[in-house]
């Protein structure tokens, strides 16, 4: 139990174009998700905080407008990187959590912009 | 801020057992502490937690000091499989707290 899938797991897309990102908790229903991005050899950085139904709540220095965070339901939550660039290329992941402690993370998203 | 330091690296012969240190001085009463791991490339995976108590399960034993200020991660049999970056993480128990990760320990396994 307790899976997350995120798809796709790895994208190309070019300078200027937008990408979408979709998290889901396939056996559960997630109160909330998170979303992290991990740059090569360094740790996962917490970007934002999504409940669903209200809008998600930012870290210092990640621009809500730039990357859209939609979460529709109890098991989809969607990242939206916009006019993406170069320096967006990175290794994006979504947890989810049921109100527990536990956080159960997907395997991750790729992001190659050229 | 990551609220735990670690030690960046450490080697362990396969079969042996892998101990991993975390200190976590400033941990308040009711946060606890969680281990994750990331294997190249892919999203953490959950280990284990704890709050006061040592703890054991399928994958590994969290040993907590008496004044909570540290723990070890036992790994009792490391396999090659095991190689990747172990994260120590203190939070309240909590799914709205999201989890902050430090720059953990990169634990290689050596046959």
């Known amino acids: 139990g307790a899976v997350v899938s995120q798809h796709p797991s790895r994208v190309i897309c070019k300078s200027g174009t937008s990408v979408k990102i979709e998290c889901r908790s396939l056996?559960?229903?997630?109160?909330?998700m998170f979303w992290y991005r991990q740059f090569p050899k360094q740790s996962l950085m917490l970007m934002a905080t999504?409940?669903?139904?209200?809008?998600?709540?930012?870290e210092q220095g990640v621009e809500k407008d730039k990357f859209l965070i939609n979460h529709a339901s109890l098991t989809l939550s969607t990242l939206t990187v916009t006019s993406a660039h170069p320096e967006d290329s990175s290794f994006y992941i979504c947890?989810?959590?049921?109100?527990?402690?536990?956080?159960?993370f997907g395997p991750g998203t790729r992001l190659t912009v050229t | 801020d990551a609220k735990t330091t670690q030690p960046p690296s450490m080697d362990c012969a396969e079969g042996r057992a892998a101990n991993l240190p975390c200190n976590h001085s400033?941990?308040?009463?009711?946060?606890?502490v969680y281990w994750y791991r990331q294997i190249h490339s892919q999203g953490p995976q959950y280990i284990i937690h704890?709050?006061?108590n040592n703890e054991t399960n399928e994958m590994a034993s969290l040993i907590i000091t008496e004044d909570r200020k540290s723990s070890t991660l036992i790994l009792p049999h490391a396999t090659l499989r095991d190689t990747a970056v172990y994260y120590c993480?203190?939070?309240?128990?909590?799914?709205?707290?999201?989890?902050?990760f430090g720059k953990g320990t990169r634990l290689s396994v050596i046959a």
């Open positions: 947890s989810a959590t049921v109100g527990g402690g536990e956080q159960y």
């Open positions: 056996d559960f229903q997630a109160t909330t």
């Open positions: 999504s409940n669903e139904g209200s809008k998600a709540t930012y």
């Open positions: 400033t941990i308040s009463g009711n946060e606890y």
């Open positions: 704890g709050l006061k």
């Open positions: 993480i203190v939070r309240l128990f909590s799914g709205n707290t999201p989890l902050v």
